[in-house]
């Protein structure tokens, strides 16, 4: 059966254009389409695109495939660099059913030996949109697969002060797997960078299939990362798979490269499993250190709600004492300073002020607080360093919301017993507003000073309440405008004997006791109670009853000066041959505590004893004897009398 002339006419009319296409395409090649392409881009963007080398099409549905030589496409007049891309050739895919949506999507690019550079401004223009202003986000070419074939890359961005070269090489050798190695230097917001890694020949910029294989080591300033696993779509991160390691000088570094507040520390490094999907990033079974701590856990941020949402469980078998400093605003290695500082022995002149503080005074960065919400848990078995303050057992709850840090409950196993607090930072007004309620149960004296006088001979149990409000940056400042109460009991127990009597400063029991040796004497009861205003802490009630000796204090400890002014008065209970008796003064700073007696009283009672002997050496010692009271005290009395004595702090003697 054969056409009809009419139908043979009108096929021949169609496909004559076609056939003349094919013929022009046949003698002069593509070539001509280079000028059309570099008028409409000029048009669009109002940058040049030159196409100076041959121009190929392979014609195909859906993405035809176009390959030019020795291209280049300019920067916008306000970019550093001339041209954004160079390269000796250019091949790529175009998605021709985007493209009649006005949307340009390229399926694979490849460019052999490219000089890319990207910038932002100042003012927010990026020079890899499009558009005449570089600002419309729709404006730009979306790439899948990317192939760079030994090349240069640069990215600038003034307002981030972020500047980075990065130099690619393409590996095809038998000895290695195809790939990409790169290696990269410069600034990162203001912080040296330097890395370098591998990874697979083709970049899945956009690829939501193909997990793309990733190597890689950088620093950026004083933080080390190594990680090595898979990157799905390199620019959404769609999902993530990598062994990581990290490393640094304080956790607190990290929030430029994660934009999450974590607490400052002492020098860390940790490994782990590093997993990400959809809104979840999680840090799974990594272990490492935090100064001389052990820690573990796993870690994990859920970033689809009104800020990063991070819950994390820790572990440390052993958490050394001195990386508890940082976290509370004071300088590394100050805690355990401050712990094992003693109290100075008896001068023999006034004490001279110091001026070295104890209290953390390192400033809260409440800035970041709002970065993100976060509820951790730590748990801690064992404590090094910390035999002058015994803790163990630590179990405490962080919760961050709103700008507002709770620690609640804040456990230790102390000395036997335990500290069980809860503490309230308010980060959303200026200063801090802060509240600490603190409670002692059960702690065993001879435990908790284990290396003092105290604590080598003392049998018995404290007990307190602490409940204060302050407001300030630091501890420092909280304390010194705190108000509220501090009271400390102990009940019963058993002290040394030769401790209460260089209390009462009877000279003949301390011989006595420095030849037969010392023994233990009844601890009746114990009373500290303070009313704190202001940051200073006036005695209500300050006693320390014996069967031997009873000790009535008053006076003050000043949180803001971080001074002290206290004064003890001895009443002995049994008659003592030869005694000074004085009042004790309690002085100097929390950093040099300094104690001695009232010299004018006790040079009086040995100049009546030398006075008596040049008349009797019998009648010598009647100064010098301390009758005493001769009976127990009843201890509610006792801080009844003590509550009702003078407040006024004491002058320094």
Same mark, same amino acid.
């Given at each position: 059966?054969t056409l009809?002339r009419? #139908?043979?006419?009108?096929?021949?009319?169609?496909?004559?254009?076609?056939?003349?296409?094919?013929?022009?395409?046949?003698?002069?090649?593509?070539?001509?389409?280079?000028?059309?392409?570099?008028?409409?881009?000029?048009e669009?963007?109002?940058?040049?695109?030159?196409?100076?080398?041959?121009?190929?099409?392979?014609?195909?549905?859906?993405?035809?495939?176009?390959r030019?030589?020795?291209?280049?496409?300019a920067?916008?007049?306000?970019?550093?660099?001339k041209? *954004?891309?160079?390269?000796?050739?250019?091949?790529?895919?175009?998605?021709?059913?985007?493209?009649?949506?006005?949307?340009?999507? &390229?399926?694979?690019?490849?460019?052999?030996?490219?000089?890319?550079?990207l910038?932002?401004?100042?003012?927010?223009?990026?020079?890899?949109?499009?558009?005449?202003?570089?600002?419309?986000?729709e404006?730009?070419?979306?790439?899948?697969?990317?192939?760079?074939?030994?090349?240069?890359?640069?990215?600038?961005?003034?307002?981030q002060?972020?500047?980075?070269?990065?130099?690619?090489?393409?590996?095809?050798?038998?000895?290695d797997?195809?790939?990409?190695?790169?290696?990269?230097?410069?600034?990162?917001?203001?912080?040296?960078?330097?890395?370098?890694?591998?990874?697979?020949p083709?970049?899945?910029?956009?690829?939501?299939?193909t997990?793309?294989?990733?190597?890689?080591?950088?620093?950026?300033?004083?933080?080390?990362?190594?990680?090595?696993?898979?990157?799905t779509? &390199?620019?959404?991160?769609?999902?993530?798979?990598?062994?990581?390691?990290?490393? !640094?000088?304080?956790?607190?570094?990290?929030?430029?490269?994660?934009?999450?507040?974590?607490?400052?520390?002492?020098?860390?490094?940790?490994?782990?499993?590093?997993?990400?999907?959809?809104?979840?990033?999680?840090?799974?079974?990594?272990?490492?250190?935090?100064g001389?701590?052990?820690?573990?856990?796993?870690?994990?941020?859920?970033?689809?709600?009104?800020?990063?949402?991070?819950?994390?469980?820790?572990?440390?078998?052993?958490?050394?004492?001195?990386?508890?400093?940082?976290l509370? !605003?004071?300088?590394?290695?100050?805690v355990?300073?401050?712990?094992?500082?003693?109290?100075?022995?008896?001068?023999?002149?006034?004490p001279?002020?110091?001026?070295a503080?104890? #209290?953390?005074?390192?400033?809260?960065?409440?800035?970041?607080?709002?970065?993100?919400?976060?509820?951790?848990?730590?748990?801690?078995?064992t404590?090094?360093?910390?035999?002058? #303050?015994?803790?163990?057992?630590?179990?405490?709850?962080?919760?961050?919301?709103?700008?507002?840090?709770?620690?609640?409950?804040?456990?230790?196993?102390?000395?036997g017993?335990?500290?069980?607090?809860?503490?309230?930072?308010?980060?959303?007004?200026?200063?801090?507003?802060?509240?600490?309620?603190i409670?002692?149960?059960?702690?065993l004296?001879?435990?908790?000073?284990?290396?003092?006088?105290l604590?080598?001979?003392?049998?018995?149990?404290?007990?307190?309440?602490?409940?204060?409000? !302050?407001?300030?940056?630091?501890v420092r400042?909280?304390?010194?405008?705190s108000?509220?109460?501090?009271?400390?009991?102990?009940?019963?127990?058993?002290?040394?004997k030769? *401790?209460?009597?260089?209390?009462?400063?009877?000279?003949w029991?301390?011989?006595e006791?420095?030849?037969?040796?010392?023994?233990?004497?009844?601890?009746?009861?114990?009373?500290?109670?303070?009313?704190?205003?202001?940051?200073?802490m006036?005695?209500?009630?300050?006693?320390?009853?014996?069967?031997?000796?009873?000790?009535?204090?008053?006076?003050?400890?000043?949180?803001?000066?971080?001074?002290?002014?206290l004064?003890?008065?001895?009443?002995?209970?049994?008659?003592?041959?030869?005694?000074?008796r004085?009042?004790?003064?309690?002085?100097?700073?929390?950093?040099?505590?300094?104690?001695?007696?009232?010299?004018?009283?006790?040079?009086?009672?040995?100049?009546?004893?030398?006075?008596?002997?040049?008349?009797?050496?019998?009648?010598?010692?009647?100064?010098?004897?301390?009758? !005493?009271?001769?009976?127990d005290?009843?201890?509610?009395?006792l801080?009844?009398?003590?509550?009702?004595?003078?407040?006024?702090?004491?002058?320094?003697?």
């Open positions: 059966m009809p009419s #139908l043979k006419w009108i096929a021949g009319i169609l496909l004559a254009p076609v056939a003349l296409a094919v013929l022009f395409i046949a003698v002069f090649g593509w070539n001509w389409l280079r000028a059309p392409i570099e008028r409409m881009t000029t669009r963007t109002g940058r040049v695109l030159a196409i100076n080398g041959d121009l190929t099409v392979k014609l195909g549905w859906p993405s035809p495939h176009i030019a030589a020795a291209v280049s496409f920067n916008p007049p306000w970019a550093k660099e041209q *954004m891309v160079t390269a000796d050739a250019v091949d790529v895919t175009i998605h021709l059913p985007q493209l009649l949506t006005r949307n340009i999507v &390229l399926p694979e690019v490849r460019l052999e030996h490219p000089v890319v550079f910038e932002q401004a100042g003012d927010g223009r990026r020079n890899w949109l499009l558009d005449l202003d570089q600002q419309d986000e404006a730009r070419i979306r790439i899948d697969r990317l192939t760079l074939d030994q090349g240069r890359l640069g990215y600038d961005d003034v307002g002060k972020t500047s980075i070269r990065a130099e690619l090489s393409t590996s095809s050798s038998q000895a797997a195809a790939g990409v190695s790169f290696s990269a230097q410069g600034q990162y917001q203001g912080m040296r960078l330097k890395g370098s890694g591998k990874g697979g083709v970049l899945g910029l956009r690829d939501e299939a997990p793309y294989p990733l190597q890689t080591e950088f620093s950026v300033g004083h933080t080390a990362v190594k990680a090595a696993g898979t990157i779509s &390199l620019l959404k991160f769609s999902a993530v798979d990598m062994r990581l390691a990290i490393r !640094g000088d304080s956790l607190a570094q990290l929030f430029p490269l994660l934009g999450i507040a974590f607490p400052e520390t002492r020098a860390y490094a940790t490994e782990g499993h590093l997993l990400h999907q959809t809104n979840s990033w999680r840090y799974d079974k990594f272990s490492g250190r935090i001389g701590s052990d820690i573990a856990g796993s870690l994990q941020v859920d970033t689809g709600g009104k800020r990063p949402a991070m819950k994390a469980d820790l572990v440390s078998k052993v958490l050394d004492i001195a990386d508890l400093g940082p509370i !605003g004071a300088r590394p290695g100050s355990q300073a401050a712990k094992q500082a003693a109290p100075a022995p008896v001068p023999t002149a006034a001279t002020p110091v001026l503080r104890v #209290l953390p005074n390192i400033p809260f960065n409440t800035d970041r607080w709002n970065s993100v919400d976060a509820e951790v848990t730590l748990k801690a078995k404590f090094r360093h910390a035999k002058e #303050l015994p803790l163990e057992d630590l179990v405490t709850h962080l919760s961050l919301r709103d700008s507002v840090l709770k620690l609640d409950p804040l456990d230790f196993g102390v000395a017993g335990q500290l069980n607090a809860v503490i309230s930072l308010d980060g959303r007004s200026e200063p801090i507003q802060a509240q600490a309620r409670k002692a149960r059960k702690i004296l001879g435990q908790l000073f284990p290396s003092s006088a604590g080598k001979a003392s049998i018995g149990q404290l007990n307190g309440d602490f409940d204060l409000r !302050g407001t300030g940056s630091s400042q909280m304390l010194a405008s108000a509220g109460k501090v009271d400390l009991v102990v009940a019963g127990g058993k002290v040394s030769m *401790m209460m009597e260089k209390a009462g400063l009877h000279l029991e301390i011989l006791l420095s030849v037969t040796g010392d023994r233990l004497v009844t601890l009746r009861c114990a009373v500290a109670g303070f009313d704190v205003k202001q940051g200073n006036q005695a209500n009630a300050l006693i320390f009853d014996t069967e031997v000796t009873t000790i009535a204090g008053t006076g003050s400890i000043d949180l803001g000066e971080e001074k002290l002014n004064t003890l008065n001895q009443k002995t209970k049994y008659t003592s041959p030869v005694a000074l004085s009042p004790i003064y309690l002085r100097g700073s929390f950093a040099k505590p300094a104690v001695s007696v009232d010299k004018g009283r006790v040079a009086v009672r040995a100049l009546g004893a030398v006075a008596l002997g040049l008349v009797n050496p019998l009648l010598t010692l009647i100064p010098l004897i301390d009758a !005493g009271p001769g009976k005290s009843d201890c509610g009395e801080v009844r009398e003590a509550r009702a004595l003078p407040r006024a702090p004491n002058k320094n003697p």
